[in-house]
């Protein structure tokens, strides 16, 4: 392609003030923000406005700290790129046509995959729930991929509905659709509980597939460390965030909040104990929805595991010289 494959729109604030970088043709990076407002939307709700105004909201609760980035970091004990010439940019917002889905996904799959080919880290901010599932797609050809990547999702739910009212590619079926990608192999599902769209022959059919599910009850019981040991070193591996799968006193700004979900700690935990294990490639964070935010505490703990993660990574040697 020789047309950017991104836009940015009026006002647009970079995430933590990092380089604006539009053209990923020509893209140099270590570390790609990528936003994607919009994926497959149910007619019964329509698109997700809330969520789609999440890209936006995380960005802007970024800037307070853009300042703060040669400060040290108690989460990652010293600062965030640790000495380290690590390149991030932000690579603005893929081109988002709620009418328009086929393409809309399309431009996310093919935004994703400049991104790969470039040589750099896609972290996607989205958007609902259904951004997972292009974003996956994009690393069918992933140029450093020779076996199956290992799936982990945080999530109150586990997405596994094959289809809702006629609509495949929805909120409900993310990990349904990842379970028929060849190059997707194992999943960890951590930190559901509650009540959602599962009934009791999705939850079969997760478990028949070989996904390890892993309630929230489990992890508060065992702790982070014990269920880290369950999934394979080395990776590759992509982690996918439902916003929903941390406990609603960090995470307000959901649409179906359910107590006793994940701390904080414990998903920061989570995404710096794979970086150790092995080689993370994608990551996504989606289903925040900004109005029902809280003094921003939402967003700005989104913002935070985004750090937490590049932090890991290189720290790992994952990331920079």
């Not at 431009?107 to 958007?127: D, F, H, Q, S, V």
């Not at 439902?242 to 920061?268: E, K, R, T, W, Y």
Request: hydrophobic share 40%; charged share 20%; proline share 8%.
């Amino acid at each position: 392609m020789n047309e950017p494959l991104t836009i940015v729109p009026p006002g647009f604030l970079s995430f933590l003030n990092f380089p604006v970088a539009t053209d990923l043709n020509a893209l140099q990076a270590d570390v790609a923000i990528l936003a994607a407002p919009n994926g497959t939307p149910y007619a019964a709700t329509g698109p997700y406005v809330d969520s789609a105004d999440a890209p936006a909201a995380i960005r802007a609760e970024s800037i307070k700290s853009s300042e703060a980035l040669d400060h040290y970091d108690f989460d990652l004990g010293g600062p965030l790129l640790d000495g380290r010439a690590v390149r991030v940019v932000d690579c603005g917002d893929v081109r988002s046509d709620p009418l328009d889905v086929a393409g809309t996904c399309g431009r996310i799959t093919e935004a994703t995959a400049a991104i790969l080919r470039a040589g750099a880290l896609p972290i996607l901010l989205g958007g609902d729930d259904s951004v997972p599932i292009p974003f996956f797609r994009a690393f069918q050809d992933h140029p450093a991929v020779s076996e199956p990547i290992t799936l982990v999702q945080i999530d109150s739910h586990i997405d596994w509905r094959d289809e809702v009212k006629g609509v495949r590619e929805g909120y409900s079926s993310t990990m349904r659709r990842a379970s028929e990608m060849p190059w997707i192999g194992p999943m960890f599902q951590i930190g559901m509980r509650g009540v959602g769209s599962a009934r009791p022959q999705e939850v079969a059919d997760a478990r028949a597939y070989g996904s390890t599910l892993i309630p929230a009850r489990e992890l508060h019981r065992e702790g982070v460390e014990r269920i880290l040991r369950r999934v394979p070193d080395g990776g590759p591996y992509i982690v996918t965030i439902d916003c929903d799968g941390i406990d609603p006193s960090v995470m307000p700004a959901v649409n179906a909040p359910v107590p006793g979900g994940l701390s904080f700690h414990q998903v920061a935990d989570i995404l710096q104990g794979l970086a150790r294990k092995g080689r993370v490639i994608g990551f996504d964070i989606v289903e925040l929805a900004p109005r029902f935010d809280v003094n921003g505490l939402s967003a700005n703990a989104a913002g935070r595991l985004v750090l937490n993660l590049i932090g890991a990574l290189a720290r790992s040697g994952q990331l920079g010289g």
